[in-house]
């Protein structure tokens, strides 16, 4: 059989990144081959984000490139999956007849399927029924052409918390965990491929497990998975504040493998906004879980998302939300302007805040984010940090990146006798501060050698 080439393009969160892992291992006995390059793909799916307006126009931009390519090489098929999909399912294919096959976010599995009606039948289709979430989707097994050090896994979709500005519930569906053996399982056959840290996701991990009853809760999970021998780090996104439990708090003092990091979004310092976002917690409710989360772990890295605009976020509000940010003093934060998504709850709120408003204050908190990353950069400056190698740096070719503890991106030369490769981790001595990212020398041996002989122990000066 020809050996054919899928061409994906993701588009939006982590949890799309892993999605589309999926469709290519799911596309393997398809005899699909990934390939980086969209003129030689048989098949290019993109895999859409909703999740705020720009997000959809990326969509509608891409989609304005592929007709070109497809005016040339009719027999390349197109398919529209992910949120987008979801949410516009028949609209997409009556915009851009063009397109092959849209799949929403509930049709993963099915994708193989699905791309063969288009081949056998030169059809178009479209599925977004909500049945099957989770079952038919996971297949462990690499997908890797290049060695890889890290990995993410998804551990539950979709989300029951119903913020009032987000879509997140309406087209990933309601919260689904998956089964503790499968996950374990995946993340096992990961470390035998040779990822070394693993980042486990959900829209709300600490949501994990409470409604399936399969036994297990998050704390729970993250035991067992610590308990996988080679495997060396372990991360996970995103925590929701309100249901970050006592008991996930202790798992950063417990766990030898949970890097020193949580994304927590806070997404207003106001009360008032945050009742209106329907969060489920205050402004003290969640400087007090920041507060614990230090006291266990000191060197713990906080980030977070912040959304400005929010329909009736009025100045004071906004000065509340730049308060906090100094006080709780973030490492480092998304900040989004509130985007009007279809159908949810704030569409229907007055008091819209004017494009003008949200983009000083988007400026504003810019440049608080920007001033507290590069501080909180510049104190790492001197310490020894243990880097976990992903690959050649961006930066700059001649150099080498990877992730400190704290999840800062660390740049260094991998001169004439260093012996980094991916997968290692080497002490890195920070010689200077950026804003996105940090600069070092490493001080030890790659190949692991340096870690093994020093049993894993940290360095930090
Ligand atoms: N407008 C702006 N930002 C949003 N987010 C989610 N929905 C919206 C929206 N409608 C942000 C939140 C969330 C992050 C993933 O995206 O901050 O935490
Ligand atoms: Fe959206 Fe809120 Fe769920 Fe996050 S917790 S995915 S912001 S509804």
């Known amino acids: ?128 029924s909500p049945r099957g979430a989770l079952e038919p989707l996971y297949i462990n097994g690499p997908v890797f052409e290049a060695e890889r050090a890290t990995a993410f896994v998804t551990i539950m979709q979709g989300c029951d918390n119903f913020c009032t500005y987000c879509v997140v519930p309406y087209v990933r569906g309601r919260e689904v965990s998956r089964k503790p053996g499968e996950i374990l399982e995946e993340i096992r056959c990961l470390v035998e491929n040779g990822v070394s840290e693993v980042t486990l996701l959900g829209q709300n991990v600490n949501g994990y497990g409470q409604k399936n009853g399969h036994g297990c809760d998050f704390p729970a999970l993250l035991e067992r998975v610590n308990d996988i021998a080679g495997l060396r780090r372990i991360r996970f996104t995103t925590s929701h504040p309100k249901d970050l439990s006592d008991r996930l708090i202790d798992a950063f003092c417990r766990l030898d493998k949970l890097a020193p990091h949580i994304h927590l979004p806070v997404q207003s310092g106001s009360d008032r906004v945050l009742r209106r976002m329907h969060r489920g917690y205050s402004r003290d409710f969640y400087l007090k879980k920041v507060a614990k989360l230090s006291k266990v772990r000191p060197d713990i890295a906080i980030t977070s998302d912040i959304i400005v605009g929010f329909p009736g976020e009025e100045a004071v509000d906004f000065e509340a939300t730049v308060d906090l940010v100094r006080q709780v003093g973030f490492d480092s934060f998304f900040l989004f302007k509130y985007s009007e998504r279809p159908n949810v709850p704030a569409a229907r709120f007055s008091n819209k805040v004017g494009d003008a408003v949200k983009g000083e204050r988007f400026s504003t908190l810019l440049e608080v984010q920007k001033e507290l990353t590069l501080k909180k950069n510049k104190a790492l400056v001197g310490t020894t940090q243990e880097v976990l190698v992903e690959g050649r740096s961006k930066k700059s070719p001649d150099q080498m990146a990877g992730r400190a503890p704290c999840n800062r991106i660390v740049n260094f030369a991998n001169g004439a006798d260093a012996t980094a490769c991916v997968g290692d981790i080497l002490p890195v001595r920070i010689v200077e501060a950026f804003s996105h990212s940090l600069l070092g020398n490493p001080v030890g041996k790659g190949r692991g050698e340096y870690y093994q002989e020093n049993g894993g122990m940290s360095n930090v000066a």
């Open 1 to 128: 059989m020809k050996e054919k080439r899928v061409h994906i393009v993701t588009m939006g969160c982590q949890m799309n990144v892993y999605d589309s892992e999926q469709m290519v291992r799911l596309l393997a006995p398809l005899n699909y081959r990934p390939t980086s390059h969209l003129d030689k793909a048989d098949l290019v799916l993109l895999n859409t984000c909703s999740i705020r307006e720009k997000a959809e126009h990326k969509v509608y931009s891409f989609l304005g490139r592929l007709v070109r390519i497809k005016r040339l090489r009719p027999d390349m098929i197109i398919g529209v999956g992910g949120c987008v999909a979801q949410q516009e399912g028949y609209r997409l294919v009556e915009r851009a007849p063009y397109i092959d096959m849209v799949f929403g976010t509930f049709a993963l599995g099915r994708l193989p399927s699905l791309v063969q009606y288009v081949e056998d039948r030169k059809k178009r289709i479209v599925d977004i």
